[in-house]
Nanobody
C-alpha cells in the first residue's frame, strides 16, 4: 500500500522557519514528480512547490518564491519543504503529493497528482 506521511508542522511566529518532511513507502518516489500543496481555512487547495522526477528541477508559487525550498532525499524516499520568513498568510494545512505520470513537467494542478499525504498543520502567529 502506498503511503505518504507529512511531519514537521506546528506553531511558529511570523518571520520564523519550519521544515516539513514527507516520507513515502510502498513505492519508490525518486522518479515521481513531488509536490507540496496547502489549504487555508475556507479556501481551496493551492500549489506551493514541486520537484520534477525527471531532472529534479523545481517550481514555486509566486507567493513563496525566495522563501520556500523543496528538496528530496531519494535514499530516504523523502521530500522536504524548507519554509523561511513565514508570514501569517502561510497558515494552512500542508499536503505532499506524488505524480507518477512524468511525461510532462510537474503541474500546479492538484488533479494531476495521484498519491497524497494526510496533511500537517502550519500555523503562523503574529
Amino acid at each position: 500500500q502506498v503511503y505518504l506521511g507529512e511531519a514537521g508542522g506546528g506553531l511558529v511566529q511570523a518571520g520564523g522557519s519550519l521544515r516539513l518532511s514527507c516520507a513515502g513507502s510502498g513505492r519508490t518516489f525518486s522518479t515521481d514528480h513531488m509536490g507540496w500543496f496547502r489549504q487555508a481555512p475556507g479556501k481551496g487547495r493551492e500549489f506551493v512547490a514541486a520537484s520534477s522526477g525527471n531532472d529534479y528541477s523545481t517550481y514555486y508559487a509566486d507567493s513563496v518564491k525566495g522563501r520556500f525550498t523543496i528538496s528530496r532525499d531519494n535514499a530516504k524516499n523523502t521530500v522536504y519543504l524548507q519554509m523561511n520568513s513565514l508570514k501569517l498568510e502561510d497558515t494552512a494545512v500542508y499536503y505532499c503529493a506524488a505524480n507518477s505520470r512524468t511525461l510532462r513537467p510537474p503541474s500546479t494542478s492538484e488533479w494531476t497528482y495521484n498519491y497524497w499525504g494526510q496533511g500537517t498543520q502550519v500555523t503562523v502567529s503574529s
